[in-house]
Each structure stands twice: as C-alpha cells, then as structure tokens.
C-alpha cells in the first residue's frame, strides 16, 4: 500500500507546482506560501480529526516531536526557496532542480537511517544527476545576468531543505500516527511562513490578492495538502531511498501541465534529460 500513496503523493504534487506558480504571478511569494499553509494546515488536521487520531496527540515522545519541529522548519525553509524560485523562473527548470533533492535524500538514508546501498541506487544517483544537468542547462548563446539566474540558486536550497525534510520526517513519524505528524509539522510550518512575512512587513499585500490569485492558492493547498498526507503515509511504512524517489515522478505531471497551461516547452535536451532523469527514478523501484 505503500507503494500506491507515495505515487498519490507524486500525483497531487505535481499539481501544486502549476497551481502555485499561476497563483503567485502577481504577489510575494512569501505571502503566497503563508496564504497556502493555512489551507494546508486546515486539511491536515480535519484529516487527524477524521481518522480519529487526535486522541493520540499527548502521547507524543519528546523525541519524536523535536524531529517533527525540526522537519517543519525544513519543510517552511524548503517551500519559501521553491516558491520564490517558481516566481523567477520557468516551471520546467526550477522543478527539476528541487527534485534533486532526491540525490542527497538517498545518501543521507544510507548515513542515518542505515538503508542499504545497492548497485541500482549508485546507477540511479548518477543518472538523476545528468537528467538534472541537461533539463537545467540552457543554450550558450543565451547571456544570463546574476539576477535571472538566482533563482536557480532558490531552487538548490529548495533541494536540499527538501532532503532534511524527508530524513528527519522519516524519524519523527516513527510511533506516531502519520496524520498527525503531518499536522504537527503543517503547524511548525505555518508560524515560520507568516513569521517570515511579518518581517519583511508584507502583511499588507494579503488585501490586494485578487480573487484568481485566491483561487489557485487555496487549490495549491489543498493539492499540497494531499499530497503531504499520502507522502507520509507512504515513508512511515516505506524506506526514504525509495519514497522519496517516486514522490519525485510528479515532476511528470509538472511537464505536463506546464505545457498544457503555461507553454513552456522542453528542448530537445531538456526532454533528454527528462527521460535519463524519470529512468534513475525508476531504477530504483526493482
């Protein structure tokens, strides 16, 4: 069953990208990402209420709620880079970088969680990496300043908060109901987000989000929302090195949409990358 939520998981993140990215066009993204955790938070935890987990909420080890605070923050850290990423470039080349993140993922399990290493995650790491390098490279006569070129900068910080935020989930859901570890962490995350808006005196800008822009962020949350729940569910009983990659294959549904609605289209290098990229993923399914 494992199996099934974490490509459920791929599935509703891969709409959160595009639905994000058509909401933030006109407004901060650190106010965005705030505006959207409150949704997230708000389906989180009617799913703990759902399941009937709430009961379990004072049970909670120490332990395990230091590793849940810590994974929110890297998760609030990890959104904040992706989404100011998403806003300063194109969809196809940021979402790429952030599902790198799967290259330190698989060698942060192996350090400490102890999963094993084997032949197909060596050959699958290298190919991630190249599929990586081609989607992200553009042509030489294209002249980059410094400025249309952080963004890529945001989205290997993305990455890596993303990779953090997996290995100490993994930790923090041990013992614990996966819902309401996911609640826990929406919570951590929430307080960083609008902390993050406050001091940079943004709060302001929530009056002027315009009614499309409301639409697709409450959608990305709920997409987000989903997501999160089947993710976690699937690394509490999966190994990380393995969760956490096909999680990454929702980088399909973001091509996809991304023509579909934003018209950004892949090079013939990038579509290369593309597949070298979506083969390491599923090397390591066998």
């Known amino acids: 069953m494992w199996i099934l939520f974490a490509f459920g998981s791929a599935v509703f993140a891969g709409l959160t990208a595009i639905l994000a990215k058509m909401g933030i066009k006109n407004l901060d993204s650190n106010v965005a990402t705030a505006v959207r955790t409150i949704v997230v938070l708000i389906f989180s935890w009617l799913m703990v209420f759902l399941v009937g987990s709430i009961d379990t909420l004072f049970n909670v080890s120490s332990r395990t ?7 929110g923050l890297s998760t609030g850290a990890s959104w904040l880079c992706y989404f100011k990423a998403l806003q300063m470039g194109d969809v196809n080349k940021v979402t790429p970088i952030d599902k790198s993140s799967t290259l330190l993922t698989i060698i942060l399990a192996v350090i400490f969680l102890h999963e094993e290493i084997t032949f197909q995650k060596v050959a699958a790491v290298v190919l991630i990496g190249i599929g990586t ?3 992200i490279q553009k042509k030489a006569d294209v002249k980059a300043d410094r400025k249309s070129r952080l963004w890529m900068l945001y989205a290997f910080f993305s990455a890596i ?3 953090l935020t997996a290995i100490l989930g993994k930790i923090g859901i041990e013992g614990i109901e996966s819902n309401l570890g996911t609640a826990i962490r929406t919570a951590v995350v929430l307080v960083m987000a609008w902390l993050i808006v406050f001091l940079t005196k943004k709060q302001h800008t929530v009056k002027t989000i315009d009614k499309k822009s409301w639409l697709f962020l409450i959608l990305s949350g709920f997409a987000t929302g989903g997501s999160w729940l ?7 009983d999966g190994p990380a090195s393995v969760v956490v990659p096909i999680d990454k294959l929702s980088i399909l549904v973001t091509i996809a949409f991304s023509y579909l609605f934003l018209k950004e289209k892949l090079t013939a290098k990038s579509a290369a990358g593309l597949a070298v990229l979506v083969s390491g993923t599923l090397l390591l399914l066998f």
């Open 65 to 71: 709620m230091i590793f849940l605070v810590l994974s």
């Open 133 to 135: 390098y081609l989607m």
């Open 161 to 163: 908060f993303a990779s």
């Open 230 to 236: 089947c993710y976690y569910r699937a690394l509490q």
